[in-house]
Nanobody, 117 residues
Framework: EVQLVESGGGLVQAGGSLRLSCAAS????????IGWFRQAPGKEREGVSC????????YYADSVKGRFTISSDNAKNTVYLQMNSLKPEDTAVYYC??????????WGQGTQVTVSS
């Protein structure tokens, strides 16, 4: 069973940076994608970024392009989300997601990111 554990959230001032980590375990397939989602109070959960194990291709929501970078460290089985130039509207709970074989989703418990102005 796939297990995902997020860490790295916290409180920062606008313009600051954070790096989120998603530690993954239990994969039995090489066909998966790891994504970051976020949900602010009163808003729907939205996709932020993802990376594919097939070719390493990445995706970024328009709202974070140029500010966020997704990367992976295969030796540590960890995916990172480097967040720079943070804005108050980035405040949300950030969730790590794994989609295996384009079919099954696994979710972490989330980590809180708060950006103050």
């Amino acid at each position: 069973e796939v297990q995902l554990v997020e860490s790295g959230g916290g409180l920062v001032q606008a313009g600051g940076s954070l790096r989120l980590s998603c530690a993954a375990s239990g994969f039995t397939s090489d066909d998966y994608a790891i994504g970051w989602f976020r949900q602010a109070p009163g808003k729907e959960r939205e996709g932020v970024s993802c990376i594919s194990s097939r070719d390493g291709s990445t995706y970024y929501a328009d709202s974070v392009k140029g500010r966020f970078t997704i990367s992976s460290d295969n030796a540590k089985n960890t995916v990172y989300l480097q967040m720079n130039s943070l804005k108050p509207e980035d405040t949300a709970v950030y969730y790590c997601n794994a989609r295996v074989n384009l079919a099954t989703d696994y979710w972490g418990q989330g980590t809180q990111v708060t950006v103050s102005s």
